[in-house]
């Protein structure tokens, strides 16, 4: 229980700082700053979700109220705190530092979904309109990771 507390209080403190909201919404955040909040708040989403499911009590965040885009897959070395674009993300397929949270954070949305979907009760409302999630493949360090053999993922 005492984890599912910090994970309030975390939960909270993001959304009480915006990250919740698409750093394209705040023009005063440069675009590493936007990056890095998107990353922190794929963490705190996930983090939501796993530990109200594990102790049986409803998640906090709806995805509906948030608009934050997922964290882009590239590379420590391409982030910098004076950039002033960000390059495109790279293909899931290509191993980053943060391939696999951005493979994971689209998993846990689904689940997060079909959870809501089977337990409508357990959010405190009802989910309609739930948009179709495009799940990419598994990275070649994903795989490793969770050592689940390349003939084993269906494309």
Same mark, same amino acid.
């Given at each position: @229980?005492?984890?599912?507390? &910090?994970? $309030?209080?975390?939960?909270?403190?993001?959304?009480?700082? $915006?990250?919740?909201?698409?750093?394209?919404?705040?023009?005063? *955040?440069? /675009?590493?700053? $936007?990056? @890095?909040?998107? !990353?922190?708040?794929?963490? =705190?989403?996930?983090?939501?979700?796993?530990?109200?499911?594990?102790?049986?009590?409803?998640?906090?965040? !709806?995805?509906?109220?948030?608009?934050?885009?997922?964290?882009?897959?590239?590379?420590?070395?391409? &982030?910098?705190?004076? @950039?002033?674009? &960000?390059?495109?993300?790279?293909? /899931?397929?290509?191993?980053?530092?943060?391939?696999?949270? =951005? =493979?994971?954070?689209?998993? @846990?949305?689904?689940? $997060?979904?079909?959870?809501?979907?089977?337990?409508?009760?357990?959010?405190?409302?009802? /989910?309609?309109?739930?948009?179709?999630?495009?799940?990419?493949?598994?990275?070649?360090?994903? !795989? !490793?990771? *969770?050592? =689940?053999?390349?003939?084993?993922?269906?494309?």
């Amino acid at each position: @229980m005492g984890t599912y507390l &910090l994970s $309030g209080t975390m939960m909270r403190l993001a959304l009480q700082q $915006g990250y919740h909201r698409d750093p394209s919404q705040f023009p005063n *955040l440069s /675009v590493f700053q $936007g990056e @890095m909040r998107r !990353r922190i708040w794929s963490a =705190v989403s996930q983090h939501d979700l796993l530990f109200s499911i594990q102790i049986g009590l409803p998640k906090c965040i !709806r995805y509906a109220e948030c608009d934050t885009q997922p964290p882009r897959n590239l590379f420590e070395e391409e &982030l910098y705190e004076d @950039m002033k674009e &960000l390059p495109p993300s790279r293909p /899931v397929s290509e191993d980053t530092e943060i391939s696999y949270q =951005v =493979v994971k954070l689209q998993i @846990m949305r689904a689940y $997060g979904y079909a959870y809501s979907r089977i337990y409508p009760h357990a959010f405190g409302c009802v /989910v309609r309109n739930i948009p179709t999630l495009h799940i990419h493949p598994l990275s070649s360090r994903a !795989r !490793r990771e *969770l050592e =689940v053999p390349n003939q084993a993922i269906q494309y």
